[in-house]
């Protein structure tokens, strides 16, 4: 498949065809990942952020919020759960926040290992070499940062640099592939000024990349961002009739043509197609190419607050109802849970249980 036929993928609207397209996709996914859904165990550190990305509900810049930091018992409280759970993998996300120090995130890193022989996935945000080695010695074995789009001028538009710095997030993950992470990146589909030929560029860059795991998720307005006024409105203007919808239909298409082209990569039915879609959101996912979900471990007076859009799916429930929940889902699909810490390659397969 070249970028070519990625583009008239993405245009496709036959539902014959597109039957096609999640049949060949939930094919490849069995072939190369198995039928084990491995689970990741969410934690939210903190809802602090330096940057001012326009799409995001805890931005520097979004409407006043209560911000929080997770302190160390509490974040060992919550990969506690995931190891009962039974849970291969923790992933520790948050803003940007200089607050959770090199040292801070370290000793959580040495004390996850120590205590529960979690696999560990990082998603803070562009920090430093100095900070990426540290934590990769600790014992952090995965680190998650979209690129969110390879249009270099729409992304310093929705993403601006801090000042005085340049922002390149394809060159952090390739840093941090050289510090022996596993990386994973992704984008949203259907940000204002994306545009179809944009989207089948992000996909082959999935490819190009060699990514080990690939979120992907449709664009959900955050009320008082600055993409959802006057900066939204300017962007869709601008690519016209080749604007992408944020519509599940989209987003899964996605999904199955990113399958298609890293057939052994970690992809999750993301939070935000769940929320999109309640019902069937998640189910859809994981029958179009999804072998990964992340269930929700934040405690829920801290879901409450890391809002990065409205209504996410799960916001007022706790940790065991929301596992409780996706394992009923997987189960309703004939697949199996993943046990292990459910990396890339050949180990999905062998141990999918
Ligand atoms: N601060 C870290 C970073 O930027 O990578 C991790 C947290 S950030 C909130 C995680 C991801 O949420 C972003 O990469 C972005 O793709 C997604 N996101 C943020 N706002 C969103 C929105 N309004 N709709 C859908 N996804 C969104």
Redesign the pocket.
Known sequence: MNRDDILAWLLENDPDRLEELWGEADTVREAHVGMAVHLRGLIEVGNH?VRRCA????AACAPRIPRYRMDHYEILDCAHRAWEFGFGTVVM????DPGLTQEFMTEVIRSIRARFGLAITL???ERSEAELKAWKQAGADRYL??F?TTDPELYRTIHPALPGTVSDRLQQLLLMRDLGFEIGT?V?VGIPGQTWETLAEDIWTFRDFDMDMIGI?P????PGTPLDGELGDGLRRRAGDRQVPNDETTALKVLALTRLLCPDTNIPATT?LATLDPAAGRANGLKRGANVVMPNLTPPWYRELYQ??PGKAGLHETADITRAAIEAQIHALGRSIGRGPGGRGRANVAGEG
């Open positions: 952020c799409y995001c509900g805890i996300q948050s803003g940007e998603s803070l945000g940062l979209r969110e992704g949203m998720g664009y959900i307005p955050s935000a990065i859009y």
